[in-house]
């Protein structure tokens, strides 16, 4: 069971001057990067449907249905590859690289804003799919390879999997074979996460999952089970049918690499002139595909002052790279640049999900989609939300702290903790306690020089008057804190632990930390309630409660107490 306990302006949580907030704000100098703003996606679908440029043919659809079958998918998820098959259909897309266990909540936010998307489009009578395209391709392990839970004591645990203990350099994730880490993986988690009732069948869950194959296999199969249900469907980049499929794009990537680059980088000009940082960067001599070698490793191409292309230990002209990508479509792969105008080419894409970090890049993609000639996407802000255990709601009580002040303070516990005291005794506060003293003082001061000026025998009584009045203030003071700093050991303890449940590490939960840390805690079904909770998708970061079912074990009183419904600050 879910409620609002309120929400906060993503632009106070990211650094600095941000496309993220000026975007959502609709400031009309970035409008042009996007080519148009989330809030015109319907008048954009009245005036006509996107269409995929490259329309793959029924092949390519028979393939994915039998890749989605092989891996799991629900008759929910083959349903609506039917669906996107047949004309008039639309695609709503997200996408992240096969991260350990499907990565921090970030990803589990994206899904449930594609879906949650899809279906307000079915409402305005518009067949969308929710697809997330599955990047099996990257080749950043460190990224990928481990995820972090919280223990019974909010303490952050890292479980990761030795998904290849050789030199991984160039080699993409998805291929790898890692299955036999599985038994090892859910030991490590037992350990780490708080034991309830759910623990076993969470681990057990994720060993049924694994199968045999390899790490993309497994990654498929959990967001089958997963999402499936709610008409979710993936596309692994690697898969065959989607290689040969890609083939015409492949041609025209290789042909106008240079009008890509070009564009690009007058787009990071353009937006640096406006004052924003910036996240899309390239080597200098690079070229947009990656070169696959033995279906595992992928290296960078270089192009040479001589018009060859080079990578790690091959070399080909430019009529021999076009042939390459014509007649063996497998042997590229995509970066960051090409990514999202493959996915539109092969998909009637409407609308792509994504977090601030990818609309800062997105921004500058623009003259890609142009260069081209692929219809762009809008893109659509993903949901950005923190979730409020039992636990954090006892300790936001217990701190007379409100959960959306509580999440701003939370970076620093000590700031928390001043916050919590001086809410608890407004006299704590120094400024506070500095007016009262003037306030008590300051007529004296006035009453002495009156008295002064009639009689000046009279005035050195009256400041000792006011020496004693400021002496017994200055007592009670010592007195107060000391008193306070004898509860304050509890509130700085408090303070913390509610820091580490709000930011761990000082981050935002999303960024970090694995869903399966509150899946133990409240089960599977609060993910799936957060598609019905009003503008989940909306832009603001929103501060969500999960509350314990009659068949969990009650909440603490403090946290009942709290008042957490439905509002918003």
Same mark, same amino acid.
Request: include cysteine.
């Given at each position: ?385 923190? #979730? ?5 709601? *006892? ?5 007379? =702290? %409100? &959960?959306?002040?509580? !999440?701003? @303070? +939370? ?15 407004? #006299? ?5 306690? *500095? ?5 008590? =003082? %300051? &007529?004296?001061?006035? !009453?002495? @020089? +009156? ?38 050991? +509890? ?79």
């Amino acid at each position: 069971m879910l409620s609002y306990c309120g929400s906060v302006p993503m632009a106070a949580l990211l650094p600095g001057r941000h496309v993220y907030g000026d975007y959502c704000a609709r400031k009309p100098e970035l409008i042009p990067f996007f080519g148009a703003h989330y809030d015109d996606v319907r008048a954009l679908l009245e005036r006509g449907l996107p269409n995929a440029p490259l329309t793959p043919d029924a092949s390519f659809y028979t393939a994915w249905s039998n890749h989605a079958r092989d891996h799991g998918a629900p008759d929910e998820a083959l349903r609506n590859l039917r669906l996107l098959a047949g004309p008039g259909a639309v695609a709503c897309v997200t996408g992240q690289q096969q991260v350990l266990l499907t990565g921090p909540l970030y990803t589990t936010y994206k899904i449930v804003s594609v879906i949650s998307w899809s279906r307000r489009l079915r409402a305005w009578g518009i067949p969308a799919v929710p697809v997330f395209w599955s990047v099996s391709e990257d080749s950043d392990l460190a990224e990928i390879d481990h995820v972090f839970v919280l223990d019974g004591d909010a303490g952050c645990r890292k479980i990761s999997v030795p998904i290849f203990p050789g030199k991984s350099s160039g080699r993409m994730a998805g291929p790898l074979q890692a299955m036999s880490a599985i038994p090892e993986l859910g030991a490590d988690l037992a350990m780490a996460l708080r034991p309830t009732e759910r623990t076993a069948a969470l681990i057990g869950e994720l060993g049924a999952a694994a199968g045999a194959g390899p790490w993309s296999g497994w990654h498929t199969r959990l967001l089958y089970r997963w999402f499936g249900a709610d008409g979710l469907v993936v596309l692994d980049e690697s898969m065959p049918a989607l290689k040969v499929a890609s083939a015409a794009v492949w041609r025209l990537i290789v042909d106008r690499w240079p009008r890509l680059h070009a564009a690009v980088d007058a787009d990071r000009e353009a937006l640096t002139r406006l004052g924003y940082a910036t996240r899309l960067r390239r080597r200098r001599a690079s070229v947009p595909p990656f070169f696959v070698r033995d279906e595992c490793c992928r290296y960078p191409v270089s192009y040479l002052p001589n018009g060859a292309y080079c990578w790690e230990d091959g070399r080909a002209t430019q009529s021999e790279l076009r042939v390459l990508a014509e007649g063996e479509p497998w042997r590229l792969s995509a970066s960051v640049l090409t990514r999202p105008p493959l996915m539109c080419a092969l998909l009637p894409a409407v609308l792509y999900c994504g977090g601030p970090g990818e609309l800062a890049y997105h921004a500058q993609l623009g003259g890609a989609y142009a260069a081209l000639e692929i219809p762009r996407p809008v893109f659509v802000p993903r949901a950005s939300i923190t #979730l409020l255990s039992d636990q954090a709601r *006892t300790l936001c009580a217990k701190l007379d =702290v %409100a &959960p959306c002040d509580a !999440l701003g @303070a +939370a970076v620093d516990p000590h700031r928390l903790c001043a916050r919590a005291l001086a809410a608890r005794c407004p #006299l704590a506060a120094p400024e506070t306690w *500095t007016a009262t003293q003037h306030a008590a =003082v %300051a &007529p004296l001061e006035r !009453l002495a @020089a +009156a008295v002064e000026r009639e009689d000046a025998s009279l005035a050195a009584p009256l400041r000792a008057v006011i020496d004693h009045v400021a002496s017994r203030l200055d007592t009670v003071r010592r007195r107060l804190e000391r008193s306070l700093a004898t509860r304050s050991e +509890a509130t700085t303890r408090q303070a913390g632990k509610l820091c580490r449940l709000l930011r761990p590490q000082g981050r935002l939960q999303e960024r970090l930390l694995s869903p399966l840390t509150y899946v133990n805690e409240y089960g599977w079904e609060w993910i799936h309630e957060l598609l019905e909770l009003p503008e989940i998708d909306t832009v603001e970061h929103k501060l969500v409660a999960l509350h314990a079912r009659p068949a969990d074990r009650r909440a603490p009183r403090a946290a009942r107490a709290l008042d957490c419904g439905g509002g918003r600050t």
